[in-house]
Every structure is written in structure tokens, then in C-alpha cells.
């Protein structure tokens, strides 16, 4: 129950912070943790006519083991993929403390995916996160990924 109301805490804070900015911000809470084959899709309906910030958030608590995360951002027109992106985030610094904004066990990473980007002008845009964690030598995806506990989706528009 305290988790629950720590994490709805956040969210308000950080909705009250971006406010201004956000032309579009959406979150996807996993229940226990964030399965390799679980896309998180996001339906982007808008158009903005000025180049705009794409930002990735990650929630992460203590169960996360990973200095790292490797992520794959791909933005959509209908089937037509506009970029796929492998991304890699540190989330915790050389002496182990996470990165990210949050207090208690709960940490909230706002992370850059696309700068100045001009904004495709059609129907259907969807953007899907997956991750792409791995052990050290293994090919495989970590199947279940615990410690992720959102991942969010924001679209702000670019100050200079």
C-alpha cells in the first residue's frame, strides 16, 4: 500500500513539473517485472508543427541488478518503420547509487531518445520500447527482467 501511494506520489510531481512542456506523455506499469517479449506500444496521435524532444522514462527500485539497460525504440507509420534505435542507458553510477530523480527505493530516470526531431505529419505513429538486456557473453534475453517497474514515453517541444 505505501509503494502504491509513493509511486502515484511521483507521478503527480512529475506531471506537475512537465506540465508546460509535454505535448504527450503516457506511462506503462509492469506488475512484477518486464518480460523480453513484452513490447510497450505507444499511439502517438498528434502533429506538431515544431521540432520536439522524444524522452524515455524508466522506474526503477532495488531489485534491479543491473549498472545498465539496453533498450530498442522504434517509431512507426502504420507497418512503415521510421527508426529503430539500440539505446543504452547507465542507470547507476561507478559507485553503485542510481541515477534518476525519487526517494526511498523508488528512482525515475528521464532519458533522451531523439533531439530537435520533426515530427512525422501522418496517422497511425506508434512508438514501441522493448528491452534488450543481456548477461555478459549470452545471446539471449534476460527473460523476465525484474526491477523495472514503468517505463513512460514523453513528447516535449525543443527549447533552444
Known amino acids: 500500500m505505501l509503494k502504491n501511494l509513493i509511486v502515484l506520489g511521483i507521478c503527480f510531481?512529475?506531471?506537475?513539473?512537465?506540465?508546460?512542456?509535454?505535448?504527450?506523455?503516457?506511462?506503462h506499469d509492469f506488475k512484477d517485472q518486464w518480460e523480453v517479449n513484452e513490447k510497450v506500444v505507444f499511439e502517438l496521435n498528434l502533429e506538431p508543427t515544431e521540432p520536439v524532444n522524444l524522452m524515455i522514462y524508466l522506474r526503477n527500485d532495488n531489485r534491479y541488478v543491473f549498472s545498465n539497460i539496453f533498450?530498442?525504440?522504434?517509431?512507426?507509420?502504420?507497418d512503415k518503420t521510421l527508426f529503430c534505435?539500440?539505446?543504452?542507458?547507465?542507470?547507476?553510477?561507478?559507485?553503485?547509487?542510481?541515477?534518476g530523480a525519487g526517494f526511498l527505493e523508488l528512482k525515475e530516470s528521464k532519458l533522451w531518445w531523439k533531439e530537435d526531431f520533426d515530427f512525422p505529419q501522418g496517422?497511425?505513429?506508434?512508438?514501441?520500447?522493448?528491452?534488450?538486456?543481456?548477461?555478459?557473453?549470452?545471446?539471449?534475453?534476460?527473460?523476465?527482467l525484474e526491477g523495472i517497474v514503468g517505463v513512460g514515453l514523453s513528447i516535449e517541444k525543443f527549447k533552444k
Open 13 to 27: 510531481l512529475g506531471l506537475q513539473s512537465c506540465q508546460n512542456s509535454d505535448l504527450y506523455l503516457n506511462y
Open 85 to 99: 534505435d539500440t539505446l543504452e542507458y547507465a542507470m547507476a553510477d561507478p559507485k553503485g547509487e542510481w541515477l
Open 123 to 144: 496517422e497511425n505513429i506508434t512508438a514501441t520500447l522493448e528491452h534488450a538486456v543481456r548477461h555478459t557473453g549470452s545471446e539471449a534475453g534476460i527473460k523476465a
Open 71 to 78: 533498450l530498442i525504440a522504434t517509431l512507426k507509420e502504420g
